[in-house]
């Protein structure tokens, strides 16, 4: 699909991505009514996992790894900077997707 390509040429180019993220559908709204702003995170790894695609990226404001399902990620073009990759806890994306 278009979101995966996006995600996929950012995560190659390592270039910054700002995105709209949805929450699930049960989880209450931080500002009922209000959009959340955009995320801004350095995408490393696609993968899937359950059957569904995740985007595993460092979070640059809560400065943190996060596993995003990709399903609710509508990714903003343009892209930003380019960034240096950061090293994943325990390396392997699997097991950090995983757990």
């Known amino acids: 699909t278009e979101v995966l390509l996006a995600l996929s040429t950012a995560v190659r180019a390592r270039e910054t991505l700002r995105f709209d993220y949805r929450a ?23 993968v899937t996992w359950g059957g ?3 985007l595993v990226a460092w979070d640059l404001d809560r400065e943190d790894w996060r596993t995003f399902r ?9 892209t930003g900077p380019r960034f240096t990759p950061r090293e994943l806890p325990g390396g392997d994306v699997t097991a950090y997707v995983a757990t």
Do not use: C, N, Q
């Open 70 to 78: 990709v399903d609710r990620l509508t990714p903003r073009i343009p």
């Open 52 to 54: 569904r695609w995740y």
């Open 24 to 46: 699930p559908d049960h989880a209450p709204a931080s500002r009922p009514g209000t959009p959340p702003p955009p995320r801004r995170a350095e995408p490393h790894h696609l």
